[in-house]
């Protein structure tokens, strides 16, 4: 490939400013359909006008997206697109997409949720939600999949592990931060939580 | 000399009219200016910054409907390891803590806040801390009003950005946990549901922050001097390195912080040194254990 040191042009002053938004949008829009991990705004920022609200981008994005079978959503630690979740079966139906979805089971789950809730939460603290011992396997599962990571020990004989979730825990169930999790006093209301 | 707290026509002061509360954050204000100014030259700044860290950190939890305490802050950020991720209750007082550390006189402070923010506000710091102008007070409450509405999930970011303003405005080396620890959870929402004022809410939040602020500041100076006269009696070797962490951290797990090596530093301790130093501490009534704990026992003044 020939030597180039092009610089991306950001500013676009030879446009009008109407089809230098749509440049701008087109670039955002772009960049996060290329990439397979979430895009943060320092990148998003990157490829358009010093003055450019990303923001604002996004929204005009997301208003054209509006009758699309995907959607441009932010997550934990930036913006990624997807795919609508009313399109789930239809996706699951026509492709084998067994690599991509999280394989976990009910309980599973459930210890999933209670270690977001209780976290920074061990073993032994599982066992006391549950009423029985969580395994090292499963435990081992879900860490494998990068949803949960070890955190402090605990002040305990012995200073186990405590567990605690990660970024891609809130990117898979699709949520910014900690707080999306439904509140505590409704899933008491709802016979899920004591 | 002992510091002199905020007067009693400060502190008791019923009356809610927007002249008065704003009368009595100015006052108060002040007041706390000149502690923080330290003209004795004994105030444990450093210590005073982490403590106020640890109790921002605690009420935005709380704004966030989580409820750790202080203890479990403690236990999360004294107890990880290297690797370790520390949780979300860690994770909020190290953002108070960095906040707290970072000098606002060095050139590049700006992106040294951003990295302390979470990150859906990061970006907004060089921004909006670039606009601003006015009185302490009315720049604090003038990103509140702009970012809450905005950002109704992000009220630890605003805060943070809040004292930051606040800190600049008075002319402080460094952002004071204030309005983290004070602002009330219904005028945050008022807020960003773009009722009420601002203004009134913040000074209101301002005379209860300067109140504890100096209380604590009187407690720590006092316990501070008890600290630093008994140091000459150490004979342990790194004591004055081990003593340099108990002026600057909330908590010290000695365990972690002290050995094998001492913290910030080359030296070597050894875990049997490290639990003795403490243990004699103690005795010299100088530091407390702060966990009741038989096992994993953390230390502060």
Redesign the interface.
């Known amino acids: 490939m020939a030597k180039e040191t092009s610089v991306l042009n950001t500013e676009l002053e030879d446009l009008p400013p109407e089809l230098r938004w749509r440049e701008w949008m087109g670039r955002i829009e772009a960049v996060i359909f290329a990439s397979a991990s979430p895009v943060?705004?320092?990148d998003l920022?990157r490829v358009v006008g010093q003055e450019a609200s990303?923001d604002l981008l996004i929204e005009d994005i997301q208003t054209d997206l509006n009758d699309r079978p995907y959607e441009l959503v932010a997550v934990?630690?930036g913006w990624l697109m997807r795919t609508r979740t009313r399109f789930a079966d239809a996706i699951r139906a026509a492709a084998d997409v067994g690599d991509q979805h999280l394989d976990l089971d009910e309980f599973e789950v459930a210890v999933l949720a209670s270690i977001a809730y209780h976290?920074?939460v061990t073993r032994d603290g599982l066992k006391d939600i549950f009423g029985k011992d969580i395994s090292r396997d499963l435990i081992g599962r879900l860490r494998a999949q990068e949803l949960i990571?070890?955190?402090?020990?605990?002040?305990?004989?012995g200073?186990p592990?405590?567990y605690?979730t990660?970024q891609k825990f809130l990117m898979a169930f699709g949520m910014?931060?900690?707080?999306d999790l439904p509140?505590?006093g409704e899933l008491e209301d709802a016979g899920l939580a004591s | 000399m002992s510091l002199q707290l905020l007067p009693r026509w400060i502190t008791l002061q019923r009356d809610e009219t927007p002249e008065t509360v704003a009368f009595l954050s100015g006052a108060a204000l002040a007041t706390l200016d000149a502690v923080l100014r330290d003209p004795n030259g004994s105030l444990p700044c450093a210590l005073l910054q982490d403590r106020m860290a640890l109790d921002a950190g605690v009420a935005c939890l709380k704004l966030?409907?989580?409820n750790e305490s202080g203890s479990d802050i403690r236990?999360?950020?004294c107890?990880?390891?290297a690797?370790?991720?520390?949780?979300?209750?860690?994770e909020m007082f190290m953002g108070w803590r960095k906040l707290a550390r970072i000098n606002l006189g060095v050139s590049g402070w700006k992106g040294r806040v951003e990295n302390a923010l979470p990150?859906?506000l990061a970006?907004q710091a060089v921004s909006i801390l670039g606009t601003l102008s006015g009185t302490p007070v009315g720049q604090a409450s003038d990103i509140l009003a702009e970012l809450l509405p905005r950002f109704p999930?992000e009220e630890a970011g605003a805060l943070m950005l809040a004292d930051v303003a606040l800190a600049r405005a008075s002319g402080w080396e460094r952002p004071v946990p204030l309005l983290g620890a004070h602002m009330a959870r219904r005028d945050i929402r008022a807020i960003a549901a773009g009722a009420g004022e601002p203004r009134l809410f913040v000074h209101r939040a301002i005379v209860a922050a300067c109140d504890t602020a100096i209380r604590l500041a009187a407690d720590l100076d006092l316990r501070v001097a008890k600290l630093r006269s008994v140091a000459p009696k150490l004979r342990a070797k790194g004591s004055d390195a081990a003593l340099a962490l108990f002026l600057s951290h909330d908590a010290v797990s000695p365990s972690v912080m002290l050995s094998p090596i001492i913290q910030g530093t080359l030296m070597p301790m050894t875990d049997r040194a490290a639990r003795r130093l403490c243990d004699r501490l103690v005795e010299l009534g100088v530091v407390r254990e702060l966990?009741g704990?038989p096992?994993?026992r953390l230390y502060g003044v």
């Open positions: 943060p705004r320092g920022a990303v934990a630690d976290q920074p990571a070890t955190g402090p020990r605990s002040p305990r004989a200073a592990f405590t605690v990660t910014e931060s900690l707080r509140d505590r | 966030e409907g989580r236990d999360a950020v107890l990880a390891r690797g370790d991720r520390l949780g979300p209750a860690g990150t859906a970006h999930r966990t704990r096992t994993f």
